[in-house]
């Protein structure tokens, strides 16, 4: 203990005065014992969480932003999702989105949430991007979430700013500065969900960074021009604006739910050119996705393909009858191949769906 304690001192001096068994310190400095390297440990946890280079992250061009299903008690499915990321990965998806909006993170515990994170990168690291959503309103959950979400492994962070309570254009450049050193970090702005637009003069000063991958922007391709013209990445977070985003506008790619249901017609709008009849094709199974708040109509697409499980965490619940009818006509039209899973589609029953509000 005595060893320590001079090893510490010596290493963060502190100046003193001695004086009648008393000392005084000249001038507190703070501890630097937890930042610092150690050249004698076999691994430093700085080095290995950043070990993804923010230029990997930029090239991504096809993310999907990842259903999480549940099992009958609420817990996580996690063959059910091993099965969702692995179909991903097949058809050519270059990342993924863990516990976004999509991926109901809103309706977890952080502990939950970051086991998700890290469950996606030991199980599909290598071979696909894992990008944690670690947004908060509060900035110290969103610090605890982000340095936990890269000490599991994550390439990548996904960042949102903070809703409803809101705060100030300098308020958002503290918050969004106070993750974005932590490593690759994707600025989200979708105002629809938050209540309040991340303006371009933030995200301008935020592109300073070395840590700032790009945005995923759901205002519009005025604004998505806005941001490629200054050499920034950019995501679009419309999936139906996604077709012109990409060859119009110099979006890098999109951050889809469709993707969710139809990954390889979406890897082919993103990576084969301009497409406007596949983009039309699209256009009615991406509005349909949105004809209530995601991920709804998601939900309940992926239970009537019979590749999870119906259960809704509330306070999401199911499309009604009429809904579910309109999308089994969708997947006819589009034709049942191009969707995931192997069942025929069918049109659930109300009683067929499970709603939990203990989980």
């Known amino acids: 203990m005595v060893s320590t304690c001079i090893k510490l001192c010596t290493l963060f001096p502190i100046d003193v005065q001695v004086g009648q068994g008393k000392s005084e310190s000249k001038r507190w400095r703070p501890a630097r014992a937890a930042t610092m390297q150690d050249v004698h440990l076999p691994m430093r946890s700085f080095e290995l969480k950043n070990r993804t280079q923010v230029d990997e992250i930029k090239k ?115 918050h969004f500065r106070s993750v974005l050193s932590m490593g690759p970090t994707i600025i989200y702005n979708v105002p629809g969900r938050t209540g309040q637009d991340i303006p371009p003069s933030v995200i301008k000063k935020l592109a300073e960074s070395p840590n700032f991958a790009g945005v995923k922007e759901c205002v519009g391709n005025d604004r998505v021009n806005e941001y490629t013209d200054n050499g920034m990445v950019v995501w679009s977070g419309n999936d139906d604006q996604c077709h012109d985003a ?15 249901l139809v990954p390889g017609l979406m890897h082919n709008l993103i990576f084969d050119g301009k497409d406007e009849a596949l983009n039309k094709m699209l256009l009615p199974l991406m509005d349909w996705l949105f004809c209530e708040p995601n991920p709804i109509a998601l939900n309940t697409a992926l239970a009537q393909l019979g590749v999870i499980r119906p259960i809704f965490r509330l306070p999401y619940a199911h499309l009604p009858t009429e809904k579910r009818m309109q999308f089994c006509n969708i997947v006819r039209n589009i034709g049942r191949k191009n969707f995931i899973g192997n069942s025929d589609v069918q049109v659930l029953d109300d009683e067929d769906f499970i709603l939990l509000g203990r989980y």
């Open 60 to 174: 991504l061009r096809l993310i999907t932003a990842i259903k999480t299903p549940y099992l009958p008690d609420g817990r996580f499915d996690l063959e059910a999702y091993d099965s969702l990321v692995n179909i991903q990965i097949v058809n050519g998806v270059e990342g993924v989105i863990v516990g976004g909006t999509t991926g109901e993170g809103q309706l977890m515990s952080w502990d939950e949430h970051i086991m998700l994170i890290g469950h996606t990168v030991n199980c599909f690291g290598d071979a696909i991007k894992v990008i944690g959503n670690t947004g908060s309103n509060s900035t110290r959950e969103a610090i605890h979430a982000t340095e936990q979400g890269f000490a599991v492994g994550m390439h990548a962070a996904l960042h949102i700013n903070p809703y409803y309570g809101k705060t100030s254009h300098e308020g958002l450049m503290l």
């Open 246 to 260: 990409r060859w119009n506008y110099g979006a890098r790619g999109v951050i889809s739910v469709t993707s969710n």
